[in-house]
């Protein structure tokens, strides 16, 4: 019984698919006019995990991410680079599938671009001026009249009346109110520019994301999901185009995840505290930031800072060692633990509640790791299974314990080696392996001192050494 809090009905809604046991979801995808920041990380995640989640429930799920590859935006920075815009979204599009493969994000099914769907855009404005809710400026522009749909603001809780009375003057002299916003663009010189029935021009921002979401998925389908800051004007707006053009309720239920903050304060490139993925994984390894990202509910604000990822860094950590050493099973999940983890994640996605079941089983894992050998197997196997539901513990434990929590930048390109005195310099994890097996020789000729003294000075640089009762050595990185 998966329920969901719909910002529409400002309650948990039971999910009832319009189709039995089939899901459309369409989410805001990015304006690729720049590199992914934290924020996009927050908004693929999340979204990620729920197709994950749903598709594990049984549901045939058409995820759709759409792509923002014309607007104001990508026009300017291309002006500003001398570059094509064409060439600039290219870019950027590549990066921007190389940090979601980075951070396990799986990619959606279908992926429309906006210049793609010029066709499907200029017939959905053709119908709502058809229905007179919308109309061509004396500047060439088409603007949607938002006083002509009685629903406006439902989603925002926002009074149009409220809104206007807000307004300052409006200087766009072509709107008939000020709240009236645009669907078409009259081409400016040197701008990228399609025919329509208008002339030359581009679509507006809001238009972009009806047409591509009801030409993929229906008229009318079951989730729409996007951040918090999307939901006044651009979802508001989404949902006056759609329903005024077909007639038909737009989506059943709107998920909107909430804001992105750097230690507690709002990301924001001028106060300086503004971070891309890139540079994020310069530091931490893609599932830490994943797993950082799904510690907090969805919907509560995500605060951003060194000690947060840290903290993320040392509870995979413990995960990851319950996992070591541990022969994993092809078994069935563990029914007590199934449920909790479905309980949590039927309760509005509950991924924090979800992951502390994972380290419930971690706990009783390492209880039994040394005893009996079969219960330690069935908890690993579901250990593993349920943190692959939310695209986690990927990887082998020792080679993850062995890479701490540095970038992959920071290992991969580390040629700094361990000296035979035994003076630790760098990351190289054959080097390493070398100082424990001198540390071991040394036990094994009692050079107690020699031995402490390996110990510590790897210590002091962040790697700790587990001695095992079979008498080897294993090791990970703080």
């Known amino acids: ?11 948990k809604d039971l999910l009832q698919p319009r189709e039995a046991d089939k899901i459309g979801m369409y989410v805001c995808g990015m ?14 995640v999340v979204f990620d995990t729920v197709a994950r989640y749903l598709r594990y429930s049984g549901y045939d799920v058409t995820y ?3 792509i923002t590859d014309i607007d104001d935006k990508i026009i300017q920075r291309a002006h500003e680079n001398g570059e094509d815009f064409g060439q600039l979204t290219e870019r950027f599009i590549d990066a921007m599938h190389e940090d979601e493969q980075a951070l396990s994000v799986l990619p959606p099914d279908i992926e429309p671009r906006a210049t793609q769907s010029i066709t499907e855009i200029i017939a959905m404005i053709a119908a709502l001026i058809t229905k007179d809710l919308a109309y061509a400026g004396n500047n060439g522009d088409v603007f949607y009249s938002v006083a002509k749909f009685k629903n406006y603001g439902q989603l925002s809780g926002k009074n149009p009346d409220d809104l206007q009375a807000g307004e300052r003057v409006d200087i766009d002299q072509a709107k008939r109110n000020p709240l009236d916003f645009v669907l078409w663009k009259m081409a400016k010189a040197g701008e990228p520019a399609w025919a329509s029935p208008w002339g030359l021009g581009r679509p507006g921002w809001h238009i972009e994301c009806s047409a591509m979401a009801t030409s993929c998925l229906g008229n009318h389908f079951d989730i729409h999901g996007g951040g918090m800051d999307l939901q006044f004007p651009h979802h508001e707006n989404e949902i006056a185009q759609s329903e005024g053009a077909t007639g038909e309720k737009f989506v059943n239920v709107w998920m909107h995840n909430g804001f992105v903050r750097v230690d ?3 990301m924001s490139k001028s106060l300086g505290n503004f971070f891309t993925v890139r540079e994020v994984l310069k530091k931490y390894r893609p599932e830490i930031i994943r797993f950082f990202i799904l510690s907090s509910h969805y ?3 995500l605060n951003y800072s060194d000690e947060q990822l840290n903290d993320a860094a040392a509870a995979l950590n413990r995960l990851y060692t319950a996992l070591r050493g541990v022969i994993v099973p092809d078994l069935p999940i563990l029914a007590g633990y199934q449920s909790r983890f479905e309980q949590a994640m039927d309760d509005d996605f509950n991924t924090p509640v979800a992951v502390s079941v994972l380290f419930d089983l971690a706990r009783e894992l390492n209880k039994n790791k040394d005893g009996d050998l079969e219960l330690a197997g069935q908890l690993a196997a579901s250990l593993k299974t349920l943190g692959g539901l939310l695209g986690l ?4 434990p020792d080679a993850w314990l062995q890479g701490g929590i540095q970038g992959f930048a920071a290992i991969q390109n580390s040629n700094d080696t361990l000296f035979a005195t035994g003076q630790v310099t760098g990351f190289s994890n054959e080097a390493i392996d070398q100082q424990v097996q001198m540390r071991l020789d040394a036990k094994k000729a009692k050079n107690w001192a020699l031995a402490d003294q ?8 962040g790697i700790i050494l587990e001695d095992e009762p079979n008498g080897t050595t294993s090791w990970r990185r703080e």
């Open 1 to 11: 019984m998966l329920k969901i809090y719909n910002t529409l009905t400002r309650k």
């Open 31 to 44: 304006t690729v006019y720049d590199y992914c920041h934290i924020g996009h990380a927050r908004v693929m």
């Open 64 to 66: 759709v991410r759409n």
């Open 264 to 266: 507690d304060e709002k």
């Open 299 to 301: 919907r509560s604000p």
């Open 393 to 396: 513990l990927q990887f082998n």
């Open 454 to 461: 390996i110990r510590d000075q790897l210590k002091a640089q």
